[in-house]
């Protein structure tokens, strides 16, 4: 064997191994330090040139953008008491209902995870919902689940509610209305198979009543300036969809700007929210694209192209969803978005059908509702949890995900134009 076949065989061990020891955090290590360590080894060990981890790092620039807008909205809207007016909104319309506040968070979660995207549903809403079900004195599991699984199950109704959706297809991205004529009807079965099966799956957990006893929270100015960023926001995403541009620069200057407006009038807002972001995740959603870098130069982009052009002779509903399949269950080991980055290239190089990238698409951002770090934003769900002391354990996950995950991934790839 050639030395460059077991140099590839190295890039796959590191790679694979800094990807599973951030799957399962062993000694509690937090995620962003398993994968950038995976990504300096690869450096250090010369596997990885540092001409390609510049570049791959580079080539995360949108999405750095875009994360740091919308968790420094997330962190204005705590600070600024946001969310607690929402959970007092929240439980004050439930009727004293677990049903109904579950409807309300799922409904919630589905416009916002359409509007601003499944991350924003993880570092918006997620704490939100999270103040809510404490307030109700009702068991967190079902709701909390709801934000994580809805940030997968709406992501693409529109091009803007998951990133991934920019990278799998990069310049051949639909305008809106193809868009909506290909994903809308597998989007609306996504979300409501979603909801069913949690609906079943909790509803021990939803029965009886709750502490419906609203505290009376009102916005301060400051709030009203927090929860118009998050308004602007969404108008800007849109905007800039509809015209074709990147969405991490503006999403990033509205953050930025609310946050010094506000500073204004509120001193200690600037330092606390510095403080309180969390910033690791830029490192580690740096550190992916430097393996997803690596892992090109050792064939996964060979291996990817030529399963592609297989599948693009087989029979399109067979193809349809073994291309749906295989990829969603690669999200769940690998993360969705390197998979999305290298079904993107090898997209583009195979020329294949459009129904099969439609399909690659739905595998990339429904796989994900099966482990709890399938993708980014199930991570950034997580880190939220643990900051406010509330886990959901990988296994809980799992054992939701078997259940949702294949029913809604099933039904969107029958529904599936071409």
Request: glycine share 8%; net charge positive; charged share 10%.
């Amino acid at each position: 064997m050639h030395f460059s076949h077991w140099t590839d065989i190295l890039i796959w061990v590191i790679s694979l191994a800094s990807i599973l020891l951030m799957l399962f955090r062993p000694k509690g290590i937090a995620e962003y330090i398993w994968i950038c360590l995976g990504a300096l080894a690869l450096v250090l060990a010369r596997l990885l040139p540092l001409s390609d981890a510049a570049h791959a790092i580079y080539e995360g620039l949108d999405v750095y953008l875009f994360l740091t807008g919308m968790m420094i909205l997330a962190e204005l809207a705590r600070h600024e008491g946001v969310f607690d007016w929402v959970a007092d909104l929240a439980v004050r319309n439930s009727g004293g209902s677990p049903r109904r506040l579950f409807l309300l968070i799922y409904g919630a979660g589905t416009a916002v995870t359409v509007f601003l995207s499944n991350d924003a549903t993880a570092v918006v809403l997620t704490p939100a919902v999270l103040t809510a079900v404490r307030r109700a004195r009702v068991e967190l599991k079902p709701y909390l689940l709801a934000c994580a699984m809805i940030a997968n199950a709406a992501s693409f109704v529109l091009p803007i509610a998951n990133p991934a959706n920019l990278v799998v297809f990069g310049r051949s991205l639909p305008a809106l209305g193809p868009w909506l004529h290909i994903f809308l009807l597998p989007s609306v079965l996504s979300i409501a198979s979603t909801f069913v099966c949690l609906w079943l799956l909790s509803r021990k957990a939803l029965q009886g009543q709750m502490n419906s006893i609203a505290e009376g929270a009102a916005l301060t100015a400051e709030g009203r300036l927090a929860l118009l960023g998050i308004c602007v926001a969404a108008v800007v995403l849109l905007v800039c969809s509809g015209m074709g541009l990147q969405l991490g620069l503006p999403t990033c200057v509205t953050g930025v700007f609310a946050l010094v407006l506000i500073s204004f009038r509120n001193r200690g807002a600037l330092k606390t929210v510095g403080k309180v972001v969390s910033w690791s995740v830029l490192p580690l959603v740096a550190g992916l694209f430097m393996i997803v870098a690596a892992l090109n130069r050792a064939g996964m982009l060979r291996l990817m192209q030529s399963g592609l052009a297989w599948l693009s002779h087989v029979p399109d509903g067979y193809g349809r969803f073994i291309s749906a399949g295989a990829i969603a269950l690669v999200s769940n080991i690998m993360n969705n978005l390197p998979v999305g980055l290298a079904v993107g290239g090898a997209l583009q190089r195979v020329h294949s059908a459009s129904g099969l990238s439609h399909a690659a698409l739905l595998g990339v951002d429904l796989g994900p509702n099966l482990s709890v770090t399938g993708s980014l934003a199930t991570i950034l769900w997580l880190i939220v949890l643990r900051r406010d002391d509330a886990e959901i354990t990988a296994w809980e996950f799992l054992k939701t995900g078997m259940v949702v995950m294949p029913v809604s991934l099933v039904l969107s790839v029958l529904v599936l134009h071409a």
